[in-house]
T-cell receptor
C-alpha cells in the first residue's frame, strides 16, 4: 500500500538551532517527492520537487534531499518566521493523486 | 499573475444541508484538484477536473461532486452534510503535464453543526 509518513509530529527549536525533518515513503515507481509549507488556516505553499535519489534543492535556510526510501528537509539556523507545518507528498500510480504525510509542526522560539 | 482564490473563507452549516465552494485557478492553469484537510492531518484528495471533466477521484462518496467551467474555475458541492465533513477544503491548480506541481488557494473552512 502506498504510504507517506512524516516524523517527528512536532519539533521545537531555538532560533539558530539546525535540524532535519523526515519523510519516508513506500510508493511504487516514485515519480516525484514534494515538500510544502503550510501556515495555520492557509493553503500549502509549494517549496520543492525532487525526482531522483541523490537530488538536492535549496531555498534560503531550507535544503531538501532524497534517497530511495526517504526525504529530508534540513533547516539551517532557523528563524521564528520559519515556524509552520511542513508537509511532504508523493504521487500514486494514477499520476494525478498525491498521497500526503500528516506533516511536521515546526516551532522556532526566539 | 493571479494566484488561486477560494470563496467563501469560512462557512457554517447544519447537518443535512448542502454547500457549494468556489475556486478560481491561477492564471494559465487548466487543471483543478480539490482536497479535504482535517485538523492535524495532511490533505486528502477528493477529485480533479481537467477540460471540464472529472479526471480522477479519491475515496469520497457521490454526495461530493464538482464542476469545472470553461474559464477553468471550479465548484465543489457537498450534499447531505455530516459532522465529519467539517474541515478545511483546499483547491489547487496546475498545468496538465505538470499536474503534480500544484499551487493551492487559501482554503475554505467548513464547520458542520
Amino acid at each position: 500500500e502506498d504510504q507517506v509518513t512524516q516524523s517527528p509530529e512536532a519539533l521545537r527549536l531555538q532560533e539558530g538551532e539546525s535540524s532535519s525533518l523526515n519523510c519516508s515513503y513506500t510508493v511504487s515507481g516514485l515519480r516525484g517527492l514534494f515538500w510544502y509549507r503550510q501556515d495555520p488556516g492557509k493553503g500549502p505553499e509549494f517549496l520543492f520537487t525532487l525526482y531522483s535519489a541523490g537530488e538536492e534543492k535549496e531555498k534560503e535556510r531550507l535544503k531538501a534531499t532524497l534517497t530511495k526510501k526517504e526525504s529530508f528537509l534540513h533547516i539551517t539556523a532557523p528563524k521564528p518566521e520559519d515556524s509552520a507545518t511542513y508537509l511532504c507528498a508523493a504521487p500514486m500510480d494514477s499520476n494525478y493523486q498525491l498521497i500526503w504525510g500528516a506533516g511536521t509542526k515546526l516551532i522556532i522560539k526566539p | 499573475e493571479t494566484g488561486v482564490t477560494q470563496s467563501p473563507t469560512h462557512l457554517i452549516k447544519t447537518r443535512g444541508q448542502q454547500v457549494t465552494l468556489r475556486c478560481s485557478s491561477q492564471s494559465g492553469h487548466n487543471t483543478v484538484s480539490w482536497y479535504q484537510q482535517a485538523l492535524g492531518q495532511g490533505p486528502q484528495f477528493i477529485f480533479q477536473y481537467y477540460r471540464e471533466e472529472e479526471n480522477g477521484r479519491g475515496n469520497f462518496p457521490p454526495r461530493f461532486s464538482g464542476l469545472q467551467f470553461p474559464n477553468y474555475s471550479s465548484e465543489l458541492n457537498v450534499n447531505a452534510l455530516e459532522l465529519d465533513d467539517s474541515a478545511l477544503y483546499l483547491c489547487a491548480s496546475s498545468l496538465w503535464g505538470a499536474v503534480l506541481e500544484q499551487f493551492f488557494g487559501p482554503g475554505t473552512r467548513l464547520t458542520v453543526l
